[in-house]
């Protein structure tokens, strides 16, 4: 009865790979989010989907590409780790309503460590 | 712009006394606010929320949150703390983006130490 997924939980790579983070969500929520929570506990939002249409994009380095292949689905790819791209990112869904009183459902976020 | 203030990093209580964890806010008009938890290693779990119904909300795990408009905060408590009441806690505001859309904005966390 998972409501939102990610996969991997843990993801340890080098420097200079290619990595992708996969999430779902089987609420029928039509916005999704990925959130970067750094080191220390801080959370900032990175992209919001909307029925696969990209209506957030925070200021977030070119490498890290979100993909939307339906509104279920919200993937994040990362070109080119860094070192500083080590954090835990988290996924959320939400449903719109009107007068965006809507709450976000997180996942149990993936930690990743690049080395 | 919409922001919220965590006024304490860490609060540690013993266990059966009661617990406050403040949150101030800034918003030009009626905020959407939220109360996360995040235990240990894992990931968030929506506490309780506030969407301009009833100023005082009730949340899972015997919290609440009284918003209060004049004071502009928006502070979690809980009568009587539990061991499994450790964790982190985030205060959260609905912000509208440039896109005309919503995102949340997150205060900086309290990590709560409940003592035996």
């Known amino acids: 009865d998972t409501a939102v997924s990610q996969t991997p939980k843990y993801l340890v790579t080098q420097m200079g790979n290619d990595k992708s983070i996969k999430c779902e969500q089987n609420?029928?929520?039509?916005?999704m989010y990925w959130y970067k929570q750094d080191s220390k506990k801080f959370l900032k939002i990175m992209f919001s989907?909307?029925?696969?249409?990209?209506?957030i994009n925070e200021t977030v380095p070119n490498r890290f590409s979100p993909k939307s292949p339906d509104k279920a689905h919200l993937n994040l790819h990362i070109n080119s780790l860094e070192l500083g791209d080590s954090a835990v990112y988290f996924c959320?869904?939400?449903?719109?309503?009107?007068?965006?009183?809507?709450?976000?459902?997180f996942g149990p976020g993936t930690r990743l460590l690049v080395l | 712009a919409q922001s919220v203030t965590q006024l304490d990093s860490h609060v540690s209580v013993s266990e059966g006394t009661p617990v406050l964890l403040r949150c101030n806010y800034s918003?030009?008009?009626?905020?959407?606010l939220f109360w996360y938890v995040q235990h240990p290693n894992k990931g968030l779990q929506l506490l309780l929320k506030?969407?301009?119904?009833?100023?005082l909300v009730k949340g899972i795990n015997g919290f609440e949150a009284e918003f209060k408009k004049s004071e502009t905060s928006f502070h979690l408590t809980k009568p009587s703390a539990h061991m499994s009441d450790a964790a982190e806690y985030f205060c959260?505001?609905?912000?509208?983006?440039?896109?005309?859309?919503?995102?949340?904005?997150f205060g900086s966390g309290t990590r709560l130490q409940v003592q035996p």
């Open positions: 959320a869904s939400s449903q719109r309503v009107a007068g965006g009183k809507e709450t976000q459902y």
């Open positions: 609420l029928g929520h039509d916005t």
């Open positions: 989907y909307n029925n696969k249409e990209l209506i």
């Open positions: 918003s030009s008009y009626s905020p959407s």
């Open positions: 506030y969407t301009s119904a009833a100023t």
């Open positions: 959260v505001v609905s912000v509208l983006k440039d896109t005309g859309r919503r995102a949340l904005t």
